[in-house]
Each structure stands twice: as structure tokens, then as C-alpha cells.
């Protein structure tokens, strides 16, 4: 796996995940968590940016994500942390809805 890619990559299916679910997945080698809210799809790092402790133990609250290692929320849409203990945002890739599929771009 070489250079880098502007493309959308296909990821799931909009049938795989209800609002408040999310999926592991992995586009050039990076991890990620895919996100299902009430208000739309998100895709962000897997990792707490506190930590190195997967988000995919946590769960989604409204547009959140909730680590469950020491509580920390990060907004979904920005990446910024809510609320103390991790102090810096984990990042966030765009998500994009191709009739059926779901999409990401890193
Ligand atoms: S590892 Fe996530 S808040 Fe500490």
C-alpha cells in the first residue's frame, strides 16, 4: 500500500448500522470507527487521544463519542474533546452516502 488517496472508500452498508451503533474499519491502514447518530454518519480515529485505548469500548450519546476508560466525550462532527480528561481532539475524516453505501475518505 503506497501514496495517497483522495477517493471515497466504501465502508459499509447503511443497512449495517441503527443510530447509536458504530463499526471498526480500516482504509490505508489506519483505524477507524465509523459512527451512526440520529443526525447522520461520522468517521473518526479509533484511538482516545488520551490514551491509547480503542473509542469502540465507549458509546455514542446524541452527536458524541463517550470514551469508557476515564469518561472523556469528543463531538463526532469536530473531533474536539467535551469534557476533561483528554485535552486535544481526535480527528475526523469526511463520510460521504452513495445510495447504499457508505463511504469515507482519509
Ligand atoms: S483513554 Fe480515553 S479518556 Fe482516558
Known amino acids: 500500500m503506497s ?13 449495517e448500522l441503527s443510530p447509536g451503533q458504530m463499526k471498526r474499519v480500516q482504509v490505508q491502514g489506519q483505524r477507524l470507527l465509523l459512527c451512526r447518530t440520529e443526525e447522520g454518519w461520522y468517521c473518526v480515529d ?6 491509547d ?37 481526535i480527528r475526523t475524516y469526511p463520510v460521504r452516502i452513495e445510495g447504499e453505501r457508505v463511504c469515507v475518505r482519509v
Open 3 to 15: 501514496g495517497v488517496s483522495a477517493e471515497f472508500v466504501e465502508v459499509a452498508h447503511t443497512d
Open 46 to 51: 479509533e484511538m482516545c487521544s488520551h490514551e
Open 53 to 89: 485505548y480503542s473509542l469502540y469500548f465507549g458509546c455514542i450519546k446524541g452527536r458524541a463519542i463517550k470514551c469508557s476508560l476515564h469518561g472523556s466525550h469528543f463531538d463526532l462532527a469536530t473531533g474536539a474533546p467535551l469534557n476533561d480528561p483528554a485535552d486535544a481532539p
